[in-house]
């Protein structure tokens, strides 16, 4: 059984960072794609950033480009996001995601909610301005 659990969510002000970590357990996650997507009020969840486990490859949605860093600690099956720069858009509830590795996989996948198998509960971000 696959569990995501996300942690480092809180209130920040504008310009601020925080780090949100999403340990994984239940398997092995080599070759996994693991994205951050985040939803907001009324809002559908959209994509943040993703990589793959075993891999050197990021990807970042526009909007926090520069700005957001993925990377991971594999010795201990965690996932983090550095966000730096925070503004009041990036208030949102974030999730952490996992996708299985495919023998195929569409352009852009990792930016495609509905390509991922696992979800974490969500950690919430709020950025006063």
């Known amino acids: 059984q696959v569990q995501l659990v996300e942690s480092g969510g809180g209130l920040v002000q504008a310009g601020g960072s925080l780090r949100l970590s999403c340990a994984a357990s239940?398997?092995?996650?080599?070759?996994?794609?693991m994205g951050w997507f985040r939803q907001a009020p009324g809002k559908e969840r959209e994509f943040v950033a993703a990589?793959?486990?075993?891999?050197?490859?990021?990807y970042y949605a526009d909007s926090v480009k520069g700005r957001f860093t993925i990377s991971r600690d594999n010795a201990k099956n965690t996932v983090y996001l550095q966000m730096n720069s925070l503004k009041p858009e990036d208030t949102a509830v974030y999730y952490c995601?996992?996708?299985?590795?495919?023998?195929?996989?569409?352009?852009?996948?990792?930016?495609?909610?509905?390509?991922?198998?696992?979800w974490g509960q969500g950690t919430q971000v709020t950025v006063s301005s």
């Open positions: 995601a996992a996708r299985r590795p495919y023998d195929s996989a569409s352009s852009r996948y990792y930016s495609n909610k509905a390509e991922y198998d696992y």
């Open positions: 239940g398997r092995t996650f080599n070759s996994y794609t």
């Open positions: 990589g793959i486990w075993s891999g050197s490859a990021t």
